[in-house]
């Protein structure tokens, strides 16, 4: 059998490495749904995400009738994984596929997904799950209303704590940081500073670029002015102002998304921007509100494949235990650290090298929480 002879591969590649009580297993292809299993390979090599699901799951799993949803078929796929006798193999990851396009109109078709969207629509579902059964347990009878999402997986949150502070669950403990945003009118000079959580960041990418100078620009001072002008509280008018975002609280795992796919109004559709976007194994942050240094490890990337947004495949790079993986659905190879830059981007608008990190997984090793 095919799969057996890839696994006894990677099994062999890595000897006596192999790491003790680890899993590297490929996941089946549902027809297109390469854009889930290449993010929940990511979130699965995400060791502090995956052992509070495998929790999860051990002390869920004899309450009886508990209902189905996408944390409970999360939880069990991830658990199945790792209670495998075999180190190596492939896993069929139907009932959580199925979960997910029976919650989900966009996923539902056969078309090519987006693997950002796939996350934020998980990593909200999976908080919005336990901040419901936190709420349940403390038998709060408060119906919160449905959290304003928009694209960058902001949500908005109120400045003066007028409504109750929302639950921490341990989504948001691993992913959650706050963004702080600026503005100071230009005749007063008033600042108003309004906070909003965020699960990843997006960022506007460059040619020839890397992921501090998109994080710099992510922060640089903006002009509102002409057509945009900012309405100031105190001068009761529309005036012009200065405008930043900051992080305030990072979050332990970070997540970048880098924006490759662009509206082009001229072609009336959405193009693929091949740049070149470095992304370093180790990466400083210096953007926060206290301008203290930060540290983050890069673990997994998410890579896209192909030239333009409708078509395409997504596959995975991660690391454990000190060795990179290569997951392709059914397939999992080693690959050696210095390959991750083939998957930086191009330098020329045409190149023959479509393959492109897409969604960065840092986790923080240094700084404060
Ligand atoms: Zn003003």
Not at 89 to 103: D, S
Not at 217 to 234: M, P, Q, V
Request: aromatic share 10%.
């Amino acid at each position: 059998m095919v799969m057996g002879a890839t696994g006894s591969k990677l099994e062999k590649a890595l000897g006596d490495q192999f790491p003790e009580g680890e899993r590297y297993f490929g996941l089946e292809n549902f027809g297109n749904t390469c854009y889930c299993n290449s993010v929940l390979q990511a979130l699965y090599f995400c060791v502090p995400f995956r052992e509070q699901l495998l929790d999860y799951h051990a002390n869920n799993k004899n309450t009886g009738e508990a209902e189905e949803n996408l944390l409970t078929c999360l939880a069990d796929l991830f658990t199945q994984i790792s209670s495998q006798k075999k180190k190596t193999g492939v896993i069929g990851p139907k009932r959580f596929v199925q979960r997910v396009k029976k919650q989900h109109d966009l996923f539902r078709s056969y078309m090519h997904q987006d693997a950002h969207e796939f996350l934020n629509f998980l990593l909200n579902e999976l908080a919005d799950i336990l901040e419901k059964e936190l709420n349940d347990v403390k038998g709060s009878p408060e119906t919160s209303s449905p959290s304003e999402k928009n694209a960058n997986g902001l949500q908005n949150s109120p400045v003066n704590g007028v409504k109750e502070e929302p639950q921490m669950t341990w989504v948001h403990k691993s992913f959650q940081g706050i963004l702080t945003n600026e503005t100071r009118c230009l005749r007063c000079e008033t600042v108003t500073a309004r906070d909003e959580t965020f699960l990843d960041l997006s960022l506007d990418i460059e040619q020839n670029s890397s992921i501090t100078s998109c994080l710099k620009n992510f922060s640089s001072t903006e002009t509102l002015n002409a057509e945009d002008k900012f309405s100031c509280d105190k001068c009761c008018s529309l005036q012009e102002a200065q405008k930043r975002m900051k992080i305030k609280k990072l979050p332990h795992i970070l997540v970048i998304h880098l924006k490759r796919f662009k509206y082009i109004e001229q072609l009336g559709r959405y193009k693929k921007l091949s740049y070149c976007v470095v992304f370093p194994m180790e990466l400083k942050l210096s953007n926060t509100v206290d301008d203290a240094d930060s540290e983050y490890s890069l673990f997994a990337v998410v890579v896209h494949v192909g030239s333009g947004p409708n078509h395409g495949h997504y596959v995975s790079l991660v690391k454990s235990h000190n060795h990179w993986l290569f997951f392709d659905d059914e397939n999992v190879e080693m690959i050696e650290e210095s390959a991750l830059q083939t998957f930086f981007g191009s330098s020329q608008e045409y190149s023959s090298n479509m393959d492109h990190g897409y969604i960065l997984l840092y986790e923080r090793v240094s700084g404060n929480c």
